[in-house]
């Protein structure tokens, strides 16, 4: 079994903040995405990636992917409301299947 | 980003009767797509994997004949859920995949009372 372990858990921040989470695994994934989930409604697809120490930004979320394709974080710059939500990765192995982690539920206070 | 849709977002019925979720990829074909279950504050758990033309491949410990795998196009794969009973209320999501990422379902909340 592949796990992927989220942390912290549950964040709570001012609106304006900066905030890091991360996940981590001792299994190597093929790719590593990141999803954003509401509740009652299904994850939303943010980022892949898929090199070994790949960056990549959307907007102001920065995505990491771990040298050695164990471990990701996403890091938010000033932080504003929207930014709410349950942040869930997800290891990618054979057959495209999915693991995923149990996630990141971040609430940014206004 | 593809879109994937899910059919009905919520159903409520009696225990014992049978219900069927559908999932659609409406912008491109999948020849796979995955089904999940979700309880409350936890993780979205993999039931089975949805083959376009033949048998889906399911998770240890997911019953195959308690939830029954139909992918009889490139763009449908349906989920029934038998005889179903109240511990069977879940919020069950699919995905499918044009190429390297999934894309979700919105999702259906199923309440089995």
């Known amino acids: 079994t592949q796990l992927l372990e989220q942390s912290p858990q549950f964040l709570s921040i001012q609106e304006g903040e900066n905030l890091t989470v991360y996940c981590n695994s001792s299994?190597?994934?093929?790719?590593l995405q990141w999803y954003r989930q509401e509740p009652g409604e299904g994850p939303v697809l943010l980022v892949t990636?898929?090199?070994?120490?790949e960056v990549k930004k959307l907007k102001r979320l920065t995505f990491q992917f771990g040298d050695a394709r164990k471990d990701s974080s996403l890091h938010i710059t000033a932080a504003q409301p929207g930014d709410t939500g349950l942040y869930l990765c997800?290891?990618?192995?054979?057959?495209?299947?999915?693991?995923f982690g149990k996630g990141n539920q971040v609430v940014v206070i206004p | 980003g593809a879109v994937v849709s899910q059919h009905p977002s919520r159903v409520i019925c009696k225990s014992g009767t049978s219900v069927k979720i559908e999932c659609r990829s409406l912008?491109?074909?999948?020849?796979?797509m995955f089904w999940y279950r979700q309880f409350p504050k936890q993780s979205l758990m993999l039931m089975a994997t949805?083959?376009?033309?033949?048998?889906?491949?399911?998770e240890q410990g997911v019953e195959k004949d308690k939830f029954l795998i139909n992918h009889a196009s490139l763009t449908l794969s349906t989920l029934t859920v038998t005889s179903a009973h109240p511990e069977d209320s879940s919020f069950y999501i699919c995905?499918?995949?044009?190429?390297?990422?999934?894309?979700f379902g919105p999702g259906t909340r199923l309440l089995v009372l």
């Open positions: 299994s190597v994934f093929s790719s």
């Open positions: 912008d491109f074909q999948a020849t796979t």
């Open positions: 949805s083959n376009e033309g033949s048998k889906a491949t399911y």
């Open positions: 997800a290891g990618a192995s054979g057959n495209n299947r999915l693991a």
């Open positions: 990636v898929v090199t070994g120490g």
């Open positions: 995905s499918a995949s044009p190429g390297e990422a999934q894309y």
